[in-house]
Protein backbone atom coordinates (compact mmCIF):
# COMPACT_ATOMS: atom_id res chain seq x y z
CA UNK A 1 0.00 0.00 0.00
CA UNK A 2 2.81 2.66 1.00
CA UNK A 3 4.68 1.62 -2.44
CA UNK A 4 1.20 2.54 -4.20
CA UNK A 5 0.99 5.94 -2.28
CA UNK A 6 4.34 6.63 -3.53
CA UNK A 7 4.09 5.89 -7.01
CA UNK A 8 0.30 8.03 -7.23
CA UNK A 9 2.68 11.03 -5.79
CA UNK A 10 5.13 10.60 -8.32
CA UNK A 11 2.74 10.45 -11.39
CA UNK A 12 0.85 13.35 -9.75
CA UNK A 13 4.40 15.36 -9.75
CA UNK A 14 5.39 14.38 -12.99
CA UNK A 15 2.32 15.05 -14.48
CA UNK A 16 1.74 19.06 -12.35
CA UNK A 17 5.82 19.76 -13.68
CA UNK A 18 4.90 18.75 -17.12
CA UNK A 19 1.81 20.93 -17.11
CA UNK A 20 3.90 24.24 -15.65
CA UNK A 21 6.83 23.51 -18.17
CA UNK A 22 4.41 23.55 -21.18
CA UNK A 23 2.70 26.99 -19.83
CA UNK A 24 5.14 30.08 -21.15
CA UNK A 25 5.78 32.14 -18.80
CA UNK A 26 7.96 35.02 -19.80
CA UNK A 27 8.59 37.54 -16.77
CA UNK A 28 9.34 40.80 -16.80
CA UNK A 29 12.51 40.89 -18.98
CA UNK A 30 10.93 41.07 -22.13
CA UNK A 31 8.79 44.02 -21.38
CA UNK A 32 11.87 45.92 -19.65
CA UNK A 33 13.74 45.43 -22.75
CA UNK A 34 11.20 46.34 -24.89
CA UNK A 35 10.57 50.01 -23.04
CA UNK A 36 14.53 50.52 -23.93
CA UNK A 37 14.24 50.05 -27.32
CA UNK A 38 14.72 53.32 -29.09
CA UNK A 39 11.67 55.09 -30.53
CA UNK A 40 10.29 53.27 -34.12
CA UNK A 41 8.10 51.06 -35.57
CA UNK A 42 10.01 47.87 -34.14
CA UNK A 43 9.15 49.27 -30.63
CA UNK A 44 5.66 50.26 -31.40
CA UNK A 45 4.83 46.72 -33.10
CA UNK A 46 6.32 45.16 -29.46
CA UNK A 47 4.77 47.25 -27.59
CA UNK A 48 1.07 46.94 -28.85
CA UNK A 49 1.77 43.00 -28.94
CA UNK A 50 -1.76 41.61 -28.17
CA UNK A 51 -1.15 37.85 -27.96
CA UNK A 52 -3.60 36.37 -25.54
CA UNK A 53 -1.35 33.57 -24.75
CA UNK A 54 2.51 32.92 -25.51
CA UNK A 55 2.88 29.61 -27.45
CA UNK A 56 6.18 27.79 -27.28
CA UNK A 57 7.99 28.23 -30.51
CA UNK A 58 11.40 26.42 -31.99
CA UNK A 59 12.66 29.60 -33.58
CA UNK A 60 13.28 30.45 -29.28
CA UNK A 61 16.31 27.66 -28.61
CA UNK A 62 17.74 27.23 -24.96
CA UNK A 63 21.11 27.82 -25.27
CA UNK A 64 22.93 25.58 -22.51
CA UNK A 65 19.30 25.97 -20.63
CA UNK A 66 18.79 29.38 -19.21
CA UNK A 67 22.59 30.43 -18.41
CA UNK A 68 21.67 33.87 -17.97
CA UNK A 69 21.04 33.22 -14.42
CA UNK A 70 20.77 29.61 -14.32
CA UNK A 71 23.75 27.39 -13.89
CA UNK A 72 24.04 25.80 -17.48
CA UNK A 73 23.64 22.50 -18.78
CA UNK A 74 21.58 21.77 -15.73
CA UNK A 75 18.00 20.30 -14.90
CA UNK A 76 16.81 23.30 -13.39
CA UNK A 77 18.39 25.58 -16.42
CA UNK A 78 16.61 23.46 -19.17
CA UNK A 79 13.08 23.68 -17.19
CA UNK A 80 13.67 27.46 -16.89
CA UNK A 81 14.28 27.56 -20.69
CA UNK A 82 10.92 25.32 -21.49
CA UNK A 83 8.75 27.59 -19.43
CA UNK A 84 10.18 30.67 -21.16
CA UNK A 85 8.67 29.01 -24.65
CA UNK A 86 11.96 27.68 -25.96
CA UNK A 87 11.06 24.84 -28.03
CA UNK A 88 14.31 23.44 -28.69
CA UNK A 89 17.14 22.69 -25.68
CA UNK A 90 20.55 21.88 -25.94
CA UNK A 91 22.57 19.50 -24.74
CA UNK A 92 26.55 20.21 -25.40
CA UNK A 93 28.27 16.73 -25.35
CA UNK A 94 30.61 15.55 -23.61
CA UNK A 95 32.52 12.03 -22.34
CA UNK A 96 33.52 10.91 -19.18
CA UNK A 97 36.48 8.57 -18.58
CA UNK A 98 34.39 5.43 -19.08
CA UNK A 99 33.20 6.63 -21.83
CA UNK A 100 29.58 8.32 -21.12
CA UNK A 101 28.20 10.91 -22.42
CA UNK A 102 27.07 13.98 -20.34
CA UNK A 103 25.98 17.69 -20.62
CA UNK A 104 28.90 19.82 -20.65
CA UNK A 105 29.69 22.94 -22.46
CA UNK A 106 33.33 22.01 -22.95
CA UNK A 107 35.57 18.39 -21.89
CA UNK A 108 37.16 20.91 -20.11
CA UNK A 109 35.38 22.99 -18.23
CA UNK A 110 34.36 21.06 -14.48
CA UNK A 111 36.71 23.58 -12.72
CA UNK A 112 34.03 26.68 -13.41
CA UNK A 113 30.87 25.26 -13.68
CA UNK A 114 30.87 22.47 -11.13
CA UNK A 115 32.26 22.57 -7.41
CA UNK A 116 34.99 19.86 -8.29
CA UNK A 117 37.45 21.41 -7.17
CA UNK A 118 36.13 21.84 -3.63
CA UNK A 119 36.06 17.74 -3.34
CA UNK A 120 39.72 17.30 -2.48
CA UNK A 121 39.67 13.62 -3.79
CA UNK A 122 38.04 14.64 -7.29
CA UNK A 123 40.21 17.34 -7.48
CA UNK A 124 43.29 15.40 -7.24
CA UNK A 125 41.87 13.36 -10.75
CA UNK A 126 41.96 16.82 -12.62
CA UNK A 127 44.17 17.45 -15.34
CA UNK A 128 45.53 20.30 -13.67
CA UNK A 129 44.45 20.34 -9.83
CA UNK A 130 43.23 23.63 -8.05
CA UNK A 131 46.25 25.88 -7.65
CA UNK A 132 46.31 29.08 -5.24
CA UNK A 133 47.16 32.57 -6.12
CA UNK A 134 50.25 33.78 -5.04
CA UNK A 135 50.04 37.94 -5.03
CA UNK A 136 53.85 38.18 -4.44
CA UNK A 137 54.39 36.50 -7.07
CA UNK A 138 51.65 37.42 -9.49
CA UNK A 139 50.41 34.71 -10.14
CA UNK A 140 46.49 33.78 -10.82
CA UNK A 141 45.25 30.64 -9.44
CA UNK A 142 45.18 27.48 -12.09
CA UNK A 143 42.69 24.58 -12.31
CA UNK A 144 41.60 22.38 -15.26
CA UNK A 145 38.66 19.75 -14.71
CA UNK A 146 37.88 17.25 -17.72
CA UNK A 147 35.05 15.23 -18.05
CA UNK A 148 37.51 12.63 -19.27
CA UNK A 149 39.38 12.83 -15.96
CA UNK A 150 36.88 11.12 -13.93
CA UNK A 151 34.12 8.41 -14.08
CA UNK A 152 29.74 8.86 -14.55
CA UNK A 153 29.26 7.92 -11.14
CA UNK A 154 31.79 10.87 -9.70
CA UNK A 155 30.25 13.21 -12.59
CA UNK A 156 26.98 12.98 -11.06
CA UNK A 157 28.23 13.60 -7.50
CA UNK A 158 29.09 17.23 -9.00
CA UNK A 159 26.76 20.47 -8.63
CA UNK A 160 26.40 22.71 -11.10
CA UNK A 161 27.57 26.41 -10.53
CA UNK A 162 27.44 29.71 -13.01
CA UNK A 163 30.49 29.44 -15.91
CA UNK A 164 32.62 31.62 -13.54
CA UNK A 165 36.05 31.59 -11.35
CA UNK A 166 38.10 33.78 -9.28
CA UNK A 167 41.54 34.21 -10.75
CA UNK A 168 42.93 35.84 -7.26
CA UNK A 169 41.59 32.82 -5.11
CA UNK A 170 43.74 31.09 -2.56
CA UNK A 171 41.47 28.03 -1.82
CA UNK A 172 38.87 26.39 -3.49
CA UNK A 173 35.91 28.00 -1.95
CA UNK A 174 37.31 31.55 -2.98
CA UNK A 175 38.02 30.03 -7.05
CA UNK A 176 34.23 29.16 -7.38
CA UNK A 177 33.31 32.71 -6.51
CA UNK A 178 33.48 35.63 -9.79
CA UNK A 179 30.03 35.65 -11.15
CA UNK A 180 30.03 38.13 -13.68
CA UNK A 181 27.49 41.26 -11.88
CA UNK A 182 25.04 41.17 -15.03
CA UNK A 183 24.60 37.58 -14.04
CA UNK A 184 23.43 36.13 -10.50
CA UNK A 185 24.05 33.74 -8.18
CA UNK A 186 20.41 33.57 -7.26
CA UNK A 187 19.15 30.29 -8.79
CA UNK A 188 22.91 28.55 -8.01
CA UNK A 189 22.08 26.54 -4.99
CA UNK A 190 21.04 23.74 -7.16
CA UNK A 191 22.42 22.63 -10.16
CA UNK A 192 21.65 19.14 -10.88
CA UNK A 193 24.11 17.79 -13.57
CA UNK A 194 22.60 15.43 -16.28
CA UNK A 195 23.95 12.57 -18.01
CA UNK A 196 23.05 13.11 -22.05
CA UNK A 197 20.29 10.52 -21.94
CA UNK A 198 18.90 11.94 -19.11
CA UNK A 199 18.50 15.10 -21.01
CA UNK A 200 16.35 13.10 -23.60
CA UNK A 201 14.02 11.93 -20.85
CA UNK A 202 13.50 15.40 -19.69
CA UNK A 203 13.62 17.17 -22.94
CA UNK A 204 10.60 14.58 -24.04
CA UNK A 205 8.84 15.30 -20.65
CA UNK A 206 9.41 18.81 -21.18
CA UNK A 207 7.28 18.48 -24.61
CA UNK A 208 10.95 20.48 -26.48
CA UNK A 209 12.91 19.26 -29.39
CA UNK A 210 16.89 18.65 -29.29
CA UNK A 211 19.85 20.19 -30.40
CA UNK A 212 22.76 18.06 -29.19
CA UNK A 213 26.79 19.60 -29.71
CA UNK A 214 29.38 17.17 -30.06
CA UNK A 215 32.11 18.64 -28.04
CA UNK A 216 35.53 19.18 -29.66
CA UNK A 217 37.47 17.32 -27.49
CA UNK A 218 40.92 18.09 -25.76
CA UNK A 219 41.74 14.97 -25.69
CA UNK A 220 43.99 13.16 -28.37
CA UNK A 221 41.33 11.06 -30.25
CA UNK A 222 40.93 7.90 -29.97
CA UNK A 223 41.27 7.96 -26.72
CA UNK A 224 43.10 5.94 -24.89
CA UNK A 225 43.39 4.01 -27.99
CA UNK A 226 40.62 2.30 -29.37
CA UNK A 227 37.51 5.48 -29.07
CA UNK A 228 37.64 7.04 -32.19
CA UNK A 229 35.77 10.55 -33.07
CA UNK A 230 33.26 8.62 -35.15
CA UNK A 231 32.45 6.13 -32.34
CA UNK A 232 32.10 9.65 -30.25
CA UNK A 233 29.45 10.63 -32.85
CA UNK A 234 27.83 7.64 -33.68
CA UNK A 235 27.13 7.21 -29.87
CA UNK A 236 25.45 10.16 -29.74
CA UNK A 237 22.67 9.65 -31.92
CA UNK A 238 22.71 6.26 -30.51
CA UNK A 239 21.15 7.59 -27.79
CA UNK A 240 18.54 9.03 -29.69
CA UNK A 241 17.86 5.69 -31.80
CA UNK A 242 17.74 3.70 -28.44
CA UNK A 243 15.65 6.29 -26.65
CA UNK A 244 13.24 6.08 -29.78
CA UNK A 245 13.62 9.96 -30.62
CA UNK A 246 12.15 10.80 -34.20
CA UNK A 247 14.83 12.22 -36.05
CA UNK A 248 13.04 14.83 -37.46
CA UNK A 249 12.99 16.25 -34.18
CA UNK A 250 16.99 16.27 -33.42
CA UNK A 251 19.53 18.67 -35.25
CA UNK A 252 23.08 17.14 -33.98
CA UNK A 253 25.90 20.00 -34.31
CA UNK A 254 28.87 20.11 -34.72
CA UNK A 255 31.87 22.24 -34.96
CA UNK A 256 34.02 20.00 -37.14
CA UNK A 257 32.46 19.71 -40.52
CA UNK A 258 34.05 15.64 -40.72
CA UNK A 259 31.37 15.04 -37.60
CA UNK A 260 28.58 16.51 -39.67
CA UNK A 261 29.59 14.30 -42.96
CA UNK A 262 29.97 11.50 -40.90
CA UNK A 263 26.36 12.07 -39.78
CA UNK A 264 25.16 13.16 -43.55
CA UNK A 265 26.60 9.51 -45.09
CA UNK A 266 26.68 7.43 -41.61
CA UNK A 267 23.37 8.14 -40.03
CA UNK A 268 21.64 9.67 -42.93
CA UNK A 269 18.26 10.71 -40.93
CA UNK A 270 19.99 12.44 -38.28
CA UNK A 271 22.54 13.75 -40.89
CA UNK A 272 19.68 15.65 -43.27
CA UNK A 273 19.18 18.30 -40.08
CA UNK A 274 22.61 18.22 -38.88
CA UNK A 275 24.34 21.88 -38.07
CA UNK A 276 27.59 22.48 -39.08
CA UNK A 277 28.37 25.31 -36.71
CA UNK A 278 30.93 27.62 -38.44
CA UNK A 279 33.62 29.21 -36.85
CA UNK A 280 36.05 29.92 -39.40
CA UNK A 281 37.20 33.52 -39.92
CA UNK A 282 35.23 36.06 -41.83
CA UNK A 283 37.33 36.25 -44.84
CA UNK A 284 36.12 37.22 -48.58
CA UNK A 285 36.85 33.15 -49.28
CA UNK A 286 34.62 31.76 -46.58
CA UNK A 287 32.16 34.44 -46.99
CA UNK A 288 32.27 33.11 -50.85
CA UNK A 289 28.86 31.79 -52.75
CA UNK A 290 31.82 29.05 -53.66
CA UNK A 291 32.42 27.93 -49.98
CA UNK A 292 28.95 27.35 -48.87
CA UNK A 293 27.77 25.83 -52.63
CA UNK A 294 30.46 23.55 -52.08
CA UNK A 295 29.36 22.74 -48.52
CA UNK A 296 25.77 22.17 -49.73
CA UNK A 297 26.86 19.96 -52.49
CA UNK A 298 28.65 17.90 -49.59
CA UNK A 299 25.02 17.37 -48.13
CA UNK A 300 24.87 20.17 -45.45
CA UNK A 301 21.67 21.63 -45.07
CA UNK A 302 22.10 23.75 -41.86
CA UNK A 303 24.97 26.61 -41.15
CA UNK A 304 25.28 28.70 -37.67
CA UNK A 305 27.51 30.79 -37.38
CA UNK A 306 27.82 33.66 -34.51
CA UNK A 307 25.25 36.08 -35.40
CA UNK A 308 27.85 39.05 -35.97
CA UNK A 309 29.27 36.79 -39.12
CA UNK A 310 25.35 37.44 -41.11
CA UNK A 311 25.30 41.08 -40.26
CA UNK A 312 26.59 44.07 -41.15
CA UNK A 313 25.86 47.90 -41.27
CA UNK A 314 24.96 49.81 -44.52
CA UNK A 315 25.96 53.00 -45.45
CA UNK A 316 23.36 54.78 -42.94
CA UNK A 317 24.52 52.64 -40.12
CA UNK A 318 21.79 50.33 -40.04
CA UNK A 319 21.62 46.61 -39.44
CA UNK A 320 21.50 44.35 -42.53
CA UNK A 321 22.55 40.92 -43.69
CA UNK A 322 26.33 40.40 -44.34
CA UNK A 323 27.54 38.98 -47.51
CA UNK A 324 28.20 35.77 -45.71
CA UNK A 325 24.52 35.27 -45.01
CA UNK A 326 23.29 36.35 -48.53
CA UNK A 327 25.82 33.49 -50.19
CA UNK A 328 24.45 31.02 -47.39
CA UNK A 329 20.85 31.57 -48.56
CA UNK A 330 21.46 31.75 -52.18
CA UNK A 331 23.37 28.25 -52.01
CA UNK A 332 20.01 26.71 -50.22
CA UNK A 333 21.12 26.27 -46.27
CA UNK A 334 19.24 27.09 -43.44
CA UNK A 335 20.76 29.69 -41.16
CA UNK A 336 21.19 29.00 -37.38
CA UNK A 337 22.17 31.99 -34.88
CA UNK A 338 24.32 32.29 -31.68
CA UNK A 339 23.71 33.68 -29.34
CA UNK A 340 21.64 36.55 -28.28
CA UNK A 341 21.65 38.19 -24.41
CA UNK A 342 25.12 36.42 -23.97
CA UNK A 343 26.93 39.17 -24.07
CA UNK A 344 25.48 41.43 -20.86
CA UNK A 345 24.34 44.97 -21.05
CA UNK A 346 24.57 46.56 -24.80
CA UNK A 347 25.22 49.94 -23.77
CA UNK A 348 29.30 49.36 -24.96
CA UNK A 349 28.31 47.97 -28.43
CA UNK A 350 27.56 44.21 -27.39
CA UNK A 351 30.76 42.69 -27.09
CA UNK A 352 32.09 39.74 -29.62
CA UNK A 353 28.95 38.66 -30.02
CA UNK A 354 28.06 42.05 -32.15
CA UNK A 355 31.31 42.75 -33.31
CA UNK A 356 30.13 43.45 -36.59
CA UNK A 357 27.76 46.18 -35.65
CA UNK A 358 29.21 47.63 -32.57
CA UNK A 359 28.35 51.40 -33.92
CA UNK A 360 24.29 50.74 -34.05
CA UNK A 361 24.43 49.06 -30.34
CA UNK A 362 24.09 51.45 -27.76
CA UNK A 363 21.15 50.00 -25.06
CA UNK A 364 19.55 46.60 -23.60
CA UNK A 365 16.66 47.11 -26.31
CA UNK A 366 18.96 46.65 -29.41
CA UNK A 367 18.86 43.02 -28.82
CA UNK A 368 15.29 43.20 -30.68
CA UNK A 369 16.17 44.68 -33.41
CA UNK A 370 18.99 42.33 -33.82
CA UNK A 371 16.66 39.96 -33.63
CA UNK A 372 14.44 41.34 -35.99
CA UNK A 373 16.99 41.58 -38.83
CA UNK A 374 18.06 38.15 -38.04
CA UNK A 375 14.66 37.10 -38.17
CA UNK A 376 12.94 39.58 -41.42
CA UNK A 377 16.05 40.03 -43.55
CA UNK A 378 18.62 37.12 -43.03
CA UNK A 379 16.02 34.83 -42.36
CA UNK A 380 16.75 32.29 -39.82
CA UNK A 381 15.01 29.21 -38.52
CA UNK A 382 15.97 29.60 -34.94
CA UNK A 383 18.03 31.77 -32.41
CA UNK A 384 19.93 30.54 -29.50
CA UNK A 385 19.53 32.63 -26.41
CA UNK A 386 20.75 32.47 -22.87
CA UNK A 387 17.37 33.75 -21.80
CA UNK A 388 14.81 32.14 -24.16
CA UNK A 389 11.98 34.38 -23.01
CA UNK A 390 13.16 37.60 -25.17
CA UNK A 391 13.25 35.43 -28.19
CA UNK A 392 9.88 33.84 -27.56
CA UNK A 393 8.30 37.04 -26.92
CA UNK A 394 9.53 38.67 -30.26
CA UNK A 395 8.49 35.42 -32.23
CA UNK A 396 4.61 35.19 -30.61
CA UNK A 397 4.12 39.13 -31.58
CA UNK A 398 5.50 38.84 -35.22
CA UNK A 399 3.93 35.61 -35.85
CA UNK A 400 6.25 32.96 -36.01
CA UNK A 401 5.45 30.57 -32.60
CA UNK A 402 4.33 28.01 -35.28
CA UNK A 403 7.69 27.49 -36.69
Not at 200 to 228: A, C, Q, W
Request: glycine share 6%; hydrophobic share 40%.
Amino acid sequence: MKLRRLLVAALLISCCFVANASQVHLGPRPFWLVEDMDAGPLKDRLQSCQVGKMKPTEFSIGHRGAPLQFPEHTRESYVAAARMGAGILECDVAFTRDRELVCRHAQNDLHTTTNIVTIPELNAKCTQPFVPADPERGTEAQAECRTSDITLKEFKSLEGKMDAFNPDATTPEEYLDGTAGWRTDLYSSRGTLLTHQESIELFRMLGVKFTPELKTPVVDMPFEGDYSQQDYARQMIQDYIDAGVKPKDVWPQSFLLDDVLFWVNEMPRFGRQAVFLDQEPLTKDNSSLARVENLAAQGVNILAPALWKMLTLDDRQQIVPSEYAENARAAGLDLIAWTVERSGPLADGGGWYHQTITEAIDNDGDVFNVIDVLAREVGVIGIFSDWPATTTYYANCMGLAGR
